[in-house]
């Protein structure tokens, strides 16, 4: 696999107090689907976090021959062109699924056009066709997660990483691996970890 289409992480850092020793040597192609498995507490949820810049250990990040991360760079979390889905679905309870969706290429600045084109395919994608009217309180927690990851799809030209344990949400997985078969443009690395954000205030 050559840098420019790879996702190469190294990172050798120890961190806080427990002096938990994280050791990573990774190669991932850019395109197609690749999980991370292991037991808990052995890196996951650190390894995805640092690949989206939410934590920051000593190493370096290459992504599509563009350097990450080194000792002179750490590319900012909202500069790196990535969808990340949360263990927590993070939806939006006054907004409809449609309007969850488009949320990004919203904040994008995104005409409505493009935003309602754009959404309309995540959704059909993640198989939510008919429910784009719907609010998060008349989902099941499966169909909120498939709007999180339907969400997570329209960031432009991005990587997707999923950060719902693998073990807990077989469905999406199995959901994701029929959606990159299905999708013109590649759904990299949806990949086992646990994180939590709170999502910005917005109408």
Known sequence: MTASTTIEARFAHRFGASGFAFDV??????????????????????????????QRGAGRLDVNGETWQDAATF?????????????????????????????LSELDGASKD?????AA?????????GFEN???KALSGG?????????AMTASD???LNARAAGSSSGLASNLLQTSGRSDRA?????AQNSQRKVPSIS
């Not at 169909?143 to 969400?151: G, I, K, L, P």
Request: with cysteine.
């Open 121 to 129: 395919e995540a959704i059909r994608l993640v198989g939510l066709d």
């Open 75 to 103: 590319m900012p979390t909202h500069r790196r062109p990535l969808g990340y889905v949360f263990q927590d679905a993070t939806l939006l309870p006054w907004r409809t699924v449609q309007k969850n969706v488009e949320l």
């Open 134 to 136: 719907h609010y998060p």
């Open 187 to 191: 759904l990299p690395n949806p990949c």
């Open 114 to 118: 493009e935003r309602r084109r754009t």
């Open 143 to 151: 169909m909120r997660m498939r709007t999180s990851v339907a969400r």
């Open 158 to 160: 991005a990587s997707l």
């Open 25 to 54: 040597d990774l190669h991932l192609p850019a395109r197609g689907v690749s999980v991370l498995f292991g037991p808990s507490g052995c890196g996951k949820t650190t390894l995805l976090r640092c690949l989206a810049g939410l």
